[in-house]
């Protein structure tokens, strides 16, 4: 089992930037995939973006192409979700995950989560 605390969101204008961080604890940090999701109130949690456990491969939802980046640092066991150019659409409660060896695009894959952190954008 994986304990994930994400912090680093926040109110901010839209075309501002945000980094969102997630520690994880528990099992090895680099053994497996982590993946940024994000629930908007009234709507079904999504993908965001994905990044395997050596960090060589990433994988991105079409709506945040080219404004977010996912990383990790394996030394420091944590994943960071670094958003700009933000849009009102984003404004969501974003969660990372962990579990599948590979990234997925997928919810159920992901075995553990955080407790979610609130990203406001305001127009």
């Known amino acids: 089992q994986v304990q994930l605390v994400e912090s680093g969101g926040g109110l901010v204008q839209a075309g501002d930037s945000l980094r969102l961080s997630c520690a994880a604890s528990?099992?090895?940090?680099?053994?497996?995939?982590m993946g940024w999701f994000r629930q908007a109130p009234g709507k079904e949690r999504e993908f965001v973006a994905t990044?395997?456990?050596?960090?060589?491969?990433?994988t991105y939802a079409d709506s945040v192409k080219g404004r977010f980046t996912i990383s990790r640092d394996n030394a420091k066991n944590t994943v960071f979700l670094q958003m700009n150019f933000l849009k009102p659409e984003d404004t969501a409660v974003y969660y990372c995950a962990a579990g599948p060896k590979g990234p997925s695009i997928y919810a159920r894959e992901y075995a553990d989560w955080g407790q979610g952190t609130q990203v406001t954008v305001s127009s």
């Open positions: 990044i395997s456990g050596s960090a060589s491969r990433t």
């Open positions: 528990g099992r090895t940090f680099s053994t497996y995939a």
